[in-house]
């Protein structure tokens, strides 16, 4: 006799003959629960990109979070009950993420949500998230307009703001010696916000951002956008933004003669765009045309424990250089301290525990210690958990106050790390 399958369920929204349907695509990542978790599974929703301008990233993200509920399961569940990840397709557009959200809480009853990755679906999300008491984790929404989100205290995030990023970009722009940086930028919150805090800390001194356009999702050429970029001569283009749509520029750019620089903020960072169109891993160096290209993401204060990480990750998954998965590995890990701590797996009770098992005082559990965090928690001691993404530390309006801007270049089409900047209050 056949067993049930249990793990990941990922739903695809689509269209036929006019209306859209939603239909289940592919249930992956077996897991091998213990034996005794035959109660019920405790249901946690995953908004990722499986289709739009993310699409990229949406898997990897989405299987940093199963690493997390594999483990979970793995010791045993969560109050005797095992994790269950559903994740429903944004396609990167709010309106699909909030009508997926709604289905996530309406129809397949999940308690808590991780995602959505771009900021502006995230915030769209939170408009179905906060009036239901849904807690909602962003592992990478890192637009500064989500602090100021009006979601009574629902939604948080794993990832740094921007408001971060956007200066160790700048002075990182700096550093390289560029004096005229052109930005092209996703026309949304994650792109404007991000490429307004660049300009601020670039400009001056010397410096001069000489072109900033904005750009729409999903057009088949920006030829008219890169030209604008062109004609101000920049020494590097800053392309905030995301593969499909960034790939597109990136062979234009260089179609047109372009022969400066590239910056990169975490939206175009790992496979997809390199190796990608721009950068073949397998062609002579000559055709590489991004090697040594810079770029800034989200890192990790904590080396050891992400280490461990990524050498899990990859035995589970294979190897990734998309930024975020420890976010999301992390958002699961949090959650389910929140429904131990509270004795119940509710949107309100988890909400009411996420800074008492994250932030300090408390003993500090990391990466690995996943066992004792849980056994900590259900003796009732208060503790601390040190994310594999940095310390996770929230504030009132669910922002993480201290994390890590990671520098990486490209070498060999992959993404190479250089350096850890801390950040933070």
């Known amino acids: 006799m056949e067993r049930e399958p249990k793990g990941l369920l990922i739903y695809l929204p689509y269209k036929e003959g006019g209306m859209r349907k939603t239909v289940l695509a592919a249930i992956l990542v077996l897991t091998s629960l213990a034996g005794g978790l035959a109660q019920e599974p405790i249901k946690i929703g995953g908004l990722f990109p499986l289709t739009g301008g993310l699409a990229p990233y949406g898997p990897a993200i989405a299987q940093g979070a199963q690493l997390a509920v594999d483990q979970i399961n793995a010791l045993g569940g969560v109050l005797g009950r095992p994790l269950e990840l559903v994740v429903r397709d944004t ?61 009574e205290d629902y939604v948080f995030r794993t990832c740094v703001s921007d408001a971060l990023q956007g200066i160790v970009l700048a002075q990182l722009a700096r550093n390289l010696g560029y004096k005229k940086v052109a930005i092209i930028y996703v026309n949304n919150a994650y792109g404007k916000g991000l490429a307004d805090v660049f300009a601020r800390h670039f400009a001056g001194d010397g410096h001069e951002v000489v072109a900033s356009v904005p750009y729409e999702e999903g057009k088949p050429s920006y030829r008219g956008e890169v030209e604008q970029l062109l004609r101000a001569q920049p020494d590097a283009i800053n392309l905030i933004g995301y593969p499909v749509d960034g790939n597109k520029m990136i062979i234009e750019a260089l179609e047109m003669g372009y022969e ?8 175009m960072k790992g496979e997809g765009v390199t190796p990608g169109p721009a950068c073949p891993a397998e062609a002579d160096c000559t055709e590489q045309f991004l090697n040594g290209a810079f770029g800034t993401a989200p890192g990790a204060l904590e080396v050891a424990a992400r280490a461990d990480f990524e050498a899990d990750y990859e035995a589970a998954f294979g190897p990734s250089g998309i930024p975020f998965r420890a976010e999301a590995y992390d958002a699961v890990v949090l959650i389910a301290l929140a429904i131990q701590a509270a004795g119940e797996a509710s949107g309100p009770a988890i909400q009411a525990k996420l800074r008492e098992v994250a932030n300090p005082p408390g003993q500090e559990f990391t990466y690995g210690q996943l066992a004792e965090a849980l056994a900590a928690v259900a003796a009732g001691q208060d503790i601390n958990w040190q994310g594999v993404s940095g310390p996770v530390t929230w504030d009132e309006h669910g922002d993480v106050i201290t994390g890590a801007i990671e520098i990486w270049t490209v070498s060999h089409c992959h993404v190479r790390p250089v350096w850890i900047v801390e950040v933070g209050e």
């Open 91 to 151: 396609a990167t557009s709010p309106d699909v993420g909030r009508d997926a959200a709604a289905k996530l809480i309406q129809i397949d009853g999940v308690v808590a949500i991780i995602g959505a990755l771009s900021s502006g679906v995230t915030m769209a999300v939170a408009s179905v998230t906060a009036p239901a008491h849904i807690p909602q984790i962003s592992p990478s929404s890192t637009s500064p307009a989500i602090t100021e989100l009006a979601d």
């Open 260 to 267: 400066g620089e590239f910056l990169f903020p975490d939206g």
